[in-house]
């Protein structure tokens, strides 16, 4: 088994409206999968058709080797935090952990203590959840998802209206969890910056399509500081880099070289162009945020 | 399956509205007694009102009533518990908070959320269904036995006894009365699924206890004629909420046998279409 959960070609489609567009992603055991896409690119569509949630009209969904209506057989073996943590209000922390417990039928004694230990809520004791801040609520969320210890965890925009010291709380649990645990994570987010410390791998969302699926080094090297140039034939100049002696550059697209290395020796770079007839409209050092990269695959600020 | 129905009675047991719908119940029917005894003593101050009574005595009241009379407790001798108790079932008071309980109890999973943590934990949905239809069972035994000792503690201070008579055949009133109940506690909980909403369901719950779909009897009038040779012809007489004010003590085996029919029917239709509704639909 070569990826602990695959998609391919999954459509959802409400009424006339594709939500989700032929997604084809692929995660294997162990990795942090970051969903990248603005407010309603179909993220949460996406993540409820793979929790079981929501079902698919078209495509397919394998986990653990178990695709179509088999997969049931281990549906259980994901935990979910989807959109704002289903929790009861008028019930403790302990309650609605208790409940979930039963709900898959775990009795182990200190097995609830253990999750509110993990989630930093051990010292909440029968305080209503009702009365918990956001931060606490989003981590009992967790909590609720690691009932059962699946194997896959899927949250969706678990940070969202955290403040600083709460999303760092999240991020160090997720962090720990997937170190200590082994535990794959899906999680999605429109707060790059925070996604990209804690994730392996990323998958960019747009109007319901997959734009892009990449490694952190792949979105690491992609947004690096590094040489641009712009050119109308990038296929001429690559001789004339391998003379110059770089080898870490790379064709960005048809019109753009990215050098990674020696980034003070644009000068020479022009010059050397310059004498081999080659023309360029620009050439610059850059370095391109995860948000810029993100936009600029997304098609811009207008509704990010 | 039973991991969910144990889930549903942990939280119908640790949930607060599970026990202030059951007070509010209780002293409902407290109150309801009491209101009793003071439109007896009306009736007996009041001879005409009580000839108007014996009139209209025996018409249908298909709405949500409190304080109902039979003229025969006006004459002075003891009332019987179990009539007492026949009629304030009849009233559909208990309906009502029955209806309360459910909106609440299972809109709540849907209102909170907290159906996502758990959806995907069972093979089947259509087994949460089943915990709710369990919990509703467990909760309309526990407010029937409730409201009994609420009406006999009212019996006791504001006439002064309790006067229990036909014992056995109380208990089968109370048996059907409480499927008919359990039935409608279904059709609330089809209602809570199709819509999602705790308040929809709860109002449309309320209006359809209360006879609301009397309206339509025009309508059914109109459209088949044939209806016209049913005396008093009323869809309540085929709902179990109308079957819930039909059915008395006093009532036949032939209005058991059919109170009976109504209940599976329902109990059976509703339970799937929930079922059905939980199994297919996005969460």
């Not at chain 1, 990248?36 to 969904?61: C, E, H, Q, V, Y």
């Not at chain 2, 009629?87 to 309906?95: D, T, Y």
Request: hydrophobic content about 45%; overall charge neutral; some cysteine.
């Amino acid at each position: 088994m070569e990826y602990l959960l695959s998609t391919d070609c999954l459509t959802k489609k409400f009424k006339r409206q594709t939500a989700i567009d032929n997604i084809s992603l692929h995660i294997r055991q162990g990795e942090i999968y970051g969903l990248i896409g603005k407010n309603g690119a179909g993220k949460t569509t996406f993540l409820k058709m793979i929790s079981g949630l929501s079902k698919p009209t078209s495509g397919d969904i394998t986990f653990f080797g178990y695709h179509g209506t088999e997969r049931n057989k281990v549906i259980s073996r994901i935990g979910v935090l989807l959109e704002a943590p289903g929790l009861y209000p008028d019930m403790s922390a302990y309650d609605n952990l208790k409940l979930k417990c039963i709900c898959v039928g775990l009795h182990r004694p200190g097995y609830i203590e253990n999750i509110l230990n993990i989630v930093g809520l051990s010292d909440v004791g029968k305080k209503k959840v009702g009365h918990f801040s956001l931060g606490m609520k989003q981590r009992l969320g967790i909590g609720m998802a690691l009932v059962g210890e699946p194997d896959l965890l899927v949250l969706d925009e678990p940070i969202n209206g955290l403040d600083p010291e709460g999303i760092a709380e999240v991020r160090e649990t997720l962090l720990r969890l997937n170190k200590e645990k082994g535990l794959t994570i899906i999680i999605s987010s429109h707060i790059l910056e925070e996604l990209s410390k804690i994730a392996t791998n990323y998958a960019i969302i747009d109007k319901g399509q997959l734009v892009k699926e990449l490694s952190r080094e792949e979105l690491e090297a992609t947004c690096r500081e590094h040489i641009e140039i712009k050119m109308d034939h990038p296929d001429l100049a690559l001789p004339v880099l391998d003379a110059l002696g770089f080898k870490d550059y790379r064709v960005a697209d048809e019109n753009t070289i990215h050098i990674f290395e020696r980034l003070n020796e644009s000068g020479k770079i022009t010059m050397e162009l310059s004498r081999k007839n080659i023309y360029i409209h620009s050439i610059s050092v850059t370095n391109e945020s995860i948000e810029d990269y993100f936009l600029r695959l997304t098609g811009g600020v207008d509704h990010a | 399956m039973l991991k969910v129905i144990k889930m549903d009675l942990f939280r119908m047991f640790k949930s607060k509205y599970t026990y202030i719908v059951l007070a509010a119940a209780m002293l409902m029917m407290f109150a309801s007694v009491f209101m009793t005894q003071q439109d007896i003593s009306y009736y007996q101050q009041t001879p005409s009102a009580l000839e108007t009574l014996r009139e209209t005595g025996d018409e249908v009241n298909w709405g949500i009533y409190i304080g109902q009379v039979s003229p025969e407790w006006c004459t002075g001798a003891k009332i019987p518990l179990p009539e007492l108790v026949s009629m304030n079932i009849q009233s559909k008071l208990l309906l009502m908070f029955l209806v309360a309980f459910i909106a609440l109890f299972a809109g709540n999973e849907i209102r909170t959320g907290f159906i996502k943590n758990i959806a995907g934990q069972t093979r089947h949905r259509w087994e949460l269904v089943i915990g709710k239809l369990l919990s509703i069972a467990i909760f309309t035994a526990v407010m029937l036995i409730v409201a009994i000792l609420a009406i006999m503690a009212g019996s006791v201070l504001f006439f002064g006894y309790v006067h229990i008579q036909e014992a056995g055949k109380f208990i089968g009133y109370l048996g059907m009365q409480y499927l008919l109940h359990i039935a409608y506690g279904s059709v609330i909980l089809f209602l809570v699924y199709l819509f999602q909403n705790v308040v929809a369901s709860l109002l449309t719950g309320i209006l359809l206890a209360a006879g609301i779909l009397q309206v339509v009897d025009a309508l059914l009038i109109n459209i088949i004629p044939r209806l016209k040779e049913i005396a008093d012809f009323s869809i309540m007489n085929y709902l179990s909420s109308g079957n819930v004010g039909l059915l008395s003590m006093a009532s036949g085996s032939s209005l058991y046998l059919k109170a009976f029919l109504i209940a599976i029917i329902t109990l059976i239709l509703m339970g799937s279409l929930s079922g059905f509704i939980m199994q297919k639909k996005d969460i």
